[in-house]
């Protein structure tokens, strides 16, 4: 099993619908999972971090992470087409010590929001 | 500095020439790292700096590759004997203890 698996997509939805975004991890003491925002030709842009089990929220983005079942997801409600991008998921690899930890990023799924 | 910078923004170079890609952090950030994304693919883990201790290495692909950290600040990614399999966008990472990363604009390289 990959370290991080993402549903590669590409995925479309239509203006103001919703877009649902998932992430499975296998390290389960992974403590802190982020989500990033790219734009082509453009580098990675962190948009939410979730430390805790349940929901998060940050205007349109809703972050839900469920640590028993290893599995991370991102909501945007009222997607926009400024919102089309690929969306990376990023799961840390624990190291003894410290609080920075390398992250393992999956491949990564691309949103198309249709006007 | 407000972000973190890398230079140059691009870079061609002949196949077994040796190139230095700089990395230059936000200001106290501890950790530093580079990835690599090739085209259409995903990040590829190079190597991270933490502070003081040994950097983890276990991400370079072959010992053409090496990277240091002065000062705690700066980095310099250096890569001897290119191969065209070099080719991609080399990304430099920073982060303050329990936040995200922020990267850089990276550095796209292509080997001809």
Known sequence: QKEVEQNSGPLSVPEGAIASLNCTYSDRGSQSFF??????????????????NGDKEDGRFTAQLNKASQYVSLLIRDSQPSDSATYLCAVPSSRSGGS???????????????? | ????????????????????????????????????????????????FQGNSAPDKSGLPSDRFSAERTGGSVSTLTIQRTQQEDSAVYLCASSFPGL?????????????
């Open chain 2, 100 to 112: 995200g990363y922020t990267f850089g604009s990276g550095t796209r390289l292509t080997v001809v």
């Open chain 2, 1 to 48: 500095g407000a972000g973190v910078s890398q230079s140059p923004s691009n870079k061609v170079t002949e196949k077994g020439k040796d190139v230095e890609l700089r990395c230059d952090p936000i200001s106290g950030h501890t950790a530093l790292y580079w990835y690599r994304q090739s085209l259409g693919q995903g990040l590829e883990f190079l190597i991270y």
């Open chain 1, 100 to 115: 920075n930890y390398k992250l393992t990023f999956g491949k990564g799924t691309l949103l198309t929001v249709n006007p």
């Open chain 1, 35 to 52: 989500w990033y925002r790219q734009y082509s030709g453009k580098s990675p842009e962190l948009i939410m971090s979730i430390y805790s």
